[in-house]
DNA sequence: AAGCACGTCAACCGCATACCC
DNA sequence: CGGGTATGCGGTTGACGTGCT
């Protein structure tokens, strides 16, 4: 496309901020002709003011089918504890194990409930309405929730990245009956870190500086 | 009712990496 | 191999909504 530079633009200004519904549209019939990608080619063949980045951004978070809106259920909380526990805060790669969140609203999700500054009365407190809330119903879930999606995602993708670490773990479960073991060890990791987190504001705090870790000392991998 | 504080979330920015020529 | 471009990622910002005083 004319005047561009990788993702920016020399001769033209780019729209910013909220996307209307007729943006939305537009981008909405570019990727049903297009598909997903070319993202930079997308002002020029859509008609949109937007630069490829944004349009990305808005179909990767916003538009993409399959995207799950509202709250995050109990399991997926816990999944995500339980994973940025293992990888800090690769927020993409724990987007992979929930289908239809988007990295962002897992960032965003964990900013909001692990970063923002309280006084330990104020999280304790919130931490057990929250606890006892949603205790019963999640350790309830937790195997169902295994069952649907975080297994399958682990066995059926033949055609994954070998760098991807769902890759990884896939090869790392050779048999159906080390797959289910695995699956077990999982939720109950997962209900574990969920007793952590819910018991004191503390680990708050500390699990998100957890994701400022140091890239150069060992991380367990899955 | 008005003002303020706080929480949420969409979107932007800069950097890193992948890809292509 | 190196440079330019495309894409992806994580951190941050700012608008908006809501609850509290």
Redo the contacts with the bound molecule.
Sequence with gaps: ?AG????RMQDQEWR????TPEEDDLLIEYVRMHGE????SVAGCSGLKRC???C???WV??LRPGLKKG?LTPQEEGIIIELHALWG?????IARYLPGRT???I???W???FK?K?TPSQIKEKQKLKASFRRDQYQQEVNETMNSFVLPYYTEDNNRNKNDDAYAVKCSSTTSEQQQYNQCLMAQDVASGWDVVSEDGFWSEFLWDM??YNPNQPVMEP
């Design positions: 496309m561009m530079i990788g993702w910013k901020g909220p996307w990608g070319r993202w930079s490829g980045k944004s990305r951004l808005r978070n916003y709250q805060n690769k927020w993409s790669t990295d962002n609203e960032k965003n999700y900013r909001t409930n923002t309280k994701g400022n």
